[in-house]
């Protein structure tokens, strides 16, 4: 991609790599903070990989009643969910080689005393950048003032920042209005991303987990996977 490119993605806990991979390959990475909380998506939780094999749910526990928007979702503290994601992850990763380099960290954050769940994302993402490598600008469409409704809105973002490419997820292609863009000379890439294989404990290797698995496993050689995925292998 050629001059200014942007991309636009919801925030998420613990986020998988094509987030990672979007927010790598852009100069300007919006966090889509201020639209409507979707309970069952990936905002307040994602998979790490069990002993056995199998993929495992840490989930953040949330308050919300109706439709809030991202921003506006607290979470629910009586229960000790980060005590226990601490727990789980120390144990299913007690073999990986990189544990002990990423952990301390982790808990750190994990224990603040958080109460909203975007503030706990935003700072989990931003630390696994950089683990990863990633030095793009981010900023947050909350504090931004910029409306409209689906496409459009997306459209001006991308004017805001003089961008002259959006990077998009493929899931998008269902509703994104590419012609829009384009009259507005903007050029519209879909990520179409590849997920890589890479070095992974505890039997066959599982895709699509959360990108601390990556970093648990390969250490400092996670950015080169990230940035190479046709260049890992298992």
């Not at 905002?43 to 989930?59: A, E, V």
Request: with cysteine; net charge negative; glycine share 6%.
């Amino acid at each position: 991609m050629s001059g200014l490119s942007v991309a636009v993605l919801q925030p998420g806990y613990l986020p998988w790599l094509g987030f990672f991979d979007q927010m790598r390959a852009v100069d300007v990475f919006v966090y889509y903070d201020d639209v409507q909380f979707d309970k069952h998506s990936w905002r307040n939780r994602n998979r790490i990989k069990s002993p056995s094999g199998q993929p495992q749910w840490l989930t953040v526990p949330v308050l919300h009643q109706g439709f809030p928007r991202i921003i506006d979702v607290q979470i629910d503290n009586r229960m000790p969910w980060s005590r226990k994601h601490l727990g789980t992850i120390r144990q299913f990763y007690s073999r990986a080689p990189y544990l002990s380099t990423y952990l301390p960290c982790l808990e750190h954050l994990l224990t603040r005393n958080w109460t909203h769940l975007v503030d706990l994302d935003l700072a989990l993402s931003q630390q696994l950048a950089e683990w990863l490598g990633i030095t793009s600008f981010t900023t947050r469409s909350s504090e931004l003032d910029i409306q409209g409704e689906r496409s459009e809105r997306l459209l001006r973002l991308c004017q805001h920042f003089g961008a002259d490419t959006y990077l998009s997820g493929n899931a998008a292609q269902a509703y994104l209005d590419v012609e829009l863009f384009e009259r507005n000379g903007i050029q519209v890439v879909w990520q179409n991303y590849r997920h890589p294989t890479y070095p992974q404990i505890n039997g066959e290797f599982i895709p699509y987990l959360s990108a601390l698995d990556l970093l648990l496993n390969c250490g400092p050689d996670s950015a080169t996977v990230l940035a190479d995925p046709k260049g890992t292998s298992n």
